[in-house]
């Protein structure tokens, strides 16, 4: 069916509003703008099952087109751009999240795509498939950043950012050193790689303390690319180690030393 599509297609570079156009419009856009024809017919093949099945349905259908003719008026090309587009589409289905955390998403998107440039939209799209697919909002080769919980939304100023709310913010990486903020708000910036947080307790669980040892800070940042964060103002309780609560410098980062457990770490100053 792809081929035939193909064979007596004409170049168009707009997609008809009519749902029962849009998979012959699309084919013919991946034949203008793909190198391999292999890779655009095995992608292609799933999701024409999911328009012609009716998995993807009303709203997704409209917003879908919508969105097309979004990106083919920046010339964004089938892969990466649509290939992750569908991917976050798919993701965010299979998430069961309200509708509105992916109306936000797509809300700033679109403003990237009427911007006059194409810069950082395929990354904000990556973000988008990797939130969706299991809470993830930084990953590289080096560390992964996810929360426990989908208590996160999207909002745009001068650029996107994720505001997430009251959880547990989870570093790790490939060796399986990883960091756990529990408790913790605030705004991540993807374009940097930046959290800005405010509240937040650590414990020492993973150095083989119970859970009554831990620290509470009020307002920290996190370089996901660096694996580390630290504040001047942290609280320290372990009724083990002392009767009242200490006042602090807190640090913590995900990397251990030689394969010793030597983080978090806390430089008391006072009690509280």
């Known amino acids: ?14 997609f008809s509003s009519d749902t029962a156009k849009y998979i012959s419009d699309l084919s013919i856009y991946f034949i203008d703008n793909t190198v391999s024809l292999i890779e655009a017919e095995n992608y292609l093949k799933d999701f024409i099952s999911k328009w012609e ?7 997704w259908k409209e917003t879908i087109i919508e969105t097309s003719n979004l990106m083919a008026a920046k010339r964004l090309k089938p892969n990466p751009f649509f290939l992750s587009y569908y991917n976050i589409i798919y993701n965010f289905i299979e998430s069961k999240q309200p509708l509105e955390n992916f109306e936000k998403y797509m809300k700033c998107a679109k403003k990237m ?3 006059k440039v194409n810069k950082n939209i395929q990354d904000y799209f990556t973000l988008g498939e990797n939130a969706f697919k299991g809470n993830i909002l930084y990953k590289s080769p080096s560390y992964i950043y996810y929360t426990y919980e ?11 950012k994720v505001i997430f709310k009251n959880v547990t913010l989870i570093g790790l990486n490939p060796r399986g050193d990883s960091i756990a ?23 020492w669980t993973r150095c083989g303390l119970d859970a009554g040892v831990f620290a509470t800070v ?5 370089d996901c690319k660096a694996g ?14 002392f009767e009242k609560p200490q006042l602090g410098k807190f640090s913590d980062r995900i990397i251990t030393e030689n ?7 806390l430089i008391r100053t006072a009690s509280a």
């Open 259 to 265: 394969g010793e457990l030597n983080y978090p770490r």
């Open 228 to 241: 580390n964060y630290s504040s001047d103002s942290a609280t320290f309780v372990g009724k083990q180690y």
């Open 113 to 115: 795509m009427n911007s």
């Open 53 to 59: 099945n009716n998995e993807l349905a009303g709203y």
């Open 218 to 222: 009020k307002r920290f940042e996190i």
């Open 181 to 203: 903020i529990e408790e913790v708000s605030g705004v991540y910036y993807h374009n940097t790689g930046r959290f800005y947080c405010k509240g937040g307790k650590i414990s």
């Open 150 to 160: 989908p208590n996160y939304t999207f909002e745009y100023d001068s650029v996107p």
């Open 1 to 14: 069916m792809f081929y035939l599509i193909f064979g007596f297609a004409q170049k168009k570079d707009y």
